[in-house]
């Protein structure tokens, strides 16, 4: 082993937070703080400092923090991120000269004992930090230290009461020692937007937006739908491809081969003869009336969300043009998705290793800026994991070079591992398990790891209880009551969610065949006419529960959730609450979409700092009842036919530290 380059050398270990040492930059939204913490250490008694560096990307300076000791080798600081851009951070670490003697003088002072050579010794130190300090009023002040600690007329307790004093030694620490300094490799943030963290999707499909039945909507159709998505309260109005769609193996009714002239096929059949992915279906309307949309969207609160799904229909202008980018089988074919036993003629994959692989690549990043350019800042990318981990990340990182404010939701329902690697990259949101993640084991084991290990600083779920592609069993056999529990805890267990409508809302549950999670006659398939104002439609309750979304700032945040004890299997319940405690929303739902369930649900009283020995009220906001509790078990009893769940916020006034720390 050789020599090393230093005699001494101070160690920097397990800093968090970073993903994968540093590979992948974690995330954060504008505004918030990053705490820093790291254990920094050497050999000896030595006194250690440690300083957190940080700056923007396009910044070349650094800012300094010196770290907080917490004990036990751990140190800590923060820094806040305050605008759309990635953010470098380090940590430096050092043997503090000047300090480790403090330490050892002001116990030999207060042992009285004879002091003379370490007041010549600190002395040299003080002076040596004003030499780093230069010209300035602070080198002028630490030579003056200097010159009082030589003094004779100066008492060592008194020089002792001086040099410990907080200013004196606020003065020194600017200008440590640190020629034998550690320095922790660099680390990332990646800041994005609010919206990235708190969002409420709605997705449709805008050819079934026309009021007459056996009519194909259009962008316009959409645009008069608008209220309505409002008035349930989502910001984000996602739409399925609005491409035209391709003749050749188009799928008829229940995704069978054979269509009619009058099946519309699949908006993710991509391209036709009257263009491609930069192209709007005719009978949608065009790119003037996609602009307007997207205005009037923004009128109504609302961010318009299209699909980036790179493959294309067999008549595409691609395949003609270049049919080197497609897969081609032996027998001369080109090979067609297929997902065993599922089989999608109607779709060629785009063949990402192609021998013109670089001209593939600059074309699909053509697509995704041809959007942006179009005002859409909010993209839904489907089944990203099919497609070469480097192509996301070279694609990612160019895209947001230039547009840092894009939100991309990554649609991979795969393995974990691919999943969180596509977060990593840079997928702002994901899809999840949740659909599938039904008992209360489940879910708790599920949102555990989501928020409460690593995988919180890379992996924002948004949480979607149904898609075109997805009606789970749960949702067939459990009724309205299904839907209304599923959307609860859609919505309270995460920050982002969404649906798609109006199935959702209509409560539609019909499978294809039994043991399939398709819908009969999926809207993918043809066009659909809706009945919105259906007397059992869950619309008003899913404005209800949006609107207790928007109000509660403790709904808004993604890494208080909280889970608690109720003894009943069937019954979940979990709480967030703002740091300050101004918001504490105890959520409580019922598993169980045919029977009442009923528990004693554990309030965490310390937590909440509330008086254990007081009666304290909670407001329930779905239903407005309000109750009276005590302590910290509380009776629970919730009906699925009525509303299967409670949202309740604690209503008390919350009591101040020094009450808290009185009572506990």
């Not at 010196?66 to 820094?79: H, I, K, T, V």
């Not at 009442?596 to 329930?620: A, K, M, T």
């Amino acid at each position: 082993m050789p020599k090393p380059k230093q005699r001494r050398t101070v160690v920097i270990s397990d800093v968090r937070p970073q993903i994968d040492g540093g590979v992948f930059p974690v995330k954060r939204i504008i505004g918030d703080q990053v705490v820093v913490g790291a254990n920094v250490f050497a050999d000896g008694h030595d006194a250690i400092g440690a300083m957190l560096l940080y700056r923007r990307e396009s910044e070349t300076d650094w800012s300094q923090l010196y770290m907080e000791p917490l004990g036990n080798d751990r140190w800590r600081a923060s820094f806040t991120v305050d605008i759309l851009e990635t953010y470098r951070y380090t940590i430096n670490g050092w043997v503090d000269p000047y300090f480790s003697w403090l330490d050892s003088f002001l116990k030999k002072v207060e042992a009285e004992q004879d002091v003379s050579v370490e007041r010549i010794t600190g002395a040299r130190l003080l002076r040596q930090a004003a030499e780093r300090a230069g010209d300035t009023e602070d080198g002028y002040r630490l030579q003056e230290l200097a010159g009082s600690l030589e003094a004779e007329n100066v008492a060592d307790m008194r020089a002792a009461s001086l040099l410990s004093s907080p200013g004196i030694e606020a003065l020194v620490r600017i200008y440590p020692d640190k020629q034998h300094q550690a320095t922790h490799p660099e680390l990332q943030v990646r800041v994005e937007r609010e919206k990235a963290r708190f969002s409420t999707w709605y997705e449709m499909f805008p050819r079934s937006c026309s009021p007459e039945p056996g009519r194909a909507g259009t962008l316009k159709d959409c645009e008069a739908r608008l209220p309505y998505v409002a008035a349930m309260g989502f910001d984000i109005l996602y739409l399925p491809p609005i491409h035209p769609i391709g003749i050749t193996h188009r799928k008829s009714r229940n995704n069978v081969p054979g269509a009619e002239p009058a099946d519309p096929g699949s908006p993710w059949a991509i391209g036709s003869a009257e263009g491609g992915h930069k192209s709007i279906h005719p009978e949608l309307g065009n790119l003037e009336d996609f602009h307007h949309l997207v205005a009037k969207a923004a009128e109504y609160g609302i961010e318009l969300a299209v699909d980036i799904a790179f493959h294309c229909s067999p008549d595409h202008p691609y395949v003609q043009e270049h049919p080197e980018w497609f897969r081609e089988r032996p027998d001369g074919s080109i090979q067609y998705a297929e997902n065993p036993p599922k089989k999608y003629q109607d779709i060629y994959p785009l063949d990402f290793e192609a021998h013109r692989w670089e001209d593939l690549w600059e074309e699909l990043k053509n697509i995704v800026e041809f959007w942006l350019e179009q005002g859409i800042r909010i993209l839904r990318v489907d089944n990203p994991h099919t497609k070469p981990f480097p192509f996301w990340e070279w694609l990612l990182s160019e895209i947001k070079k230039h547009y840092p404010d894009v939100i991309l939701l990554c649609e991979a329902f795969t393995r974990p591992n691919i999943m969180y690697r596509l977060a990593r990259i840079g997928f702002t949101q994901s899809y999840t398990y949740f659909a599938w993640r039904n008992t209360k084991q489940e879910l708790e084991q599920y949102f555990t790891e989501l928020y409460q290990t690593e995988v919180r600083e890379f992996f924002r779920p948004n949480l979607w209880p149904n898609t075109p592609d997805i009606l789970t069993e749960y949702l067939q056999l459990g009724g309205r009551p299904a839907f209304m529990s599923r959307l609860i805890l859609a919505a309270t267990l995460g920050t982002s969610y969404g649906i798609y409508g109006p199935p959702y809302e209509l409560c539609v549950n019909t499978p294809r065949e039994p043991g399939s999670e398709e819908y009969l006659d999926s809207e993918k398939y043809e066009i659909k006419h809706w009945d919105l104002d259906a007397p059992h439609s869950l619309k008003d309750f899913i404005a209800l529960v949006n609107s207790i979304r928007r109000e509660n700032a403790a709904l808004q945040q993604d890494w208080n959730l909280q889970f608690h004890t109720i003894e009943n299997t069937e019954i979940i319940a979990y709480s967030r609450k703002t740091e300050d405690l101004s918001n504490i929303i105890l959520t409580v739902v019922n598993l169980d979409p045919h029977h009442v369930q009923s528990g004693w649900v554990e309030v965490p009283i310390e937590d909440f700092h509330l008086e254990p020995s007081s009666s304290y009220q909670v407001h329930d906001l779905l239903t407005e009842a309000r109750y009276l509790w005590h302590g910290r078990h509380n009776y629970i009893e919730l009906n699925p036919e009525a509303v299967p769940a409670h949202i309740l916020r604690f209503e008390q006034r919350m009591r101040s530290e020094a009450e808290f720390d009185y009572y506990t």
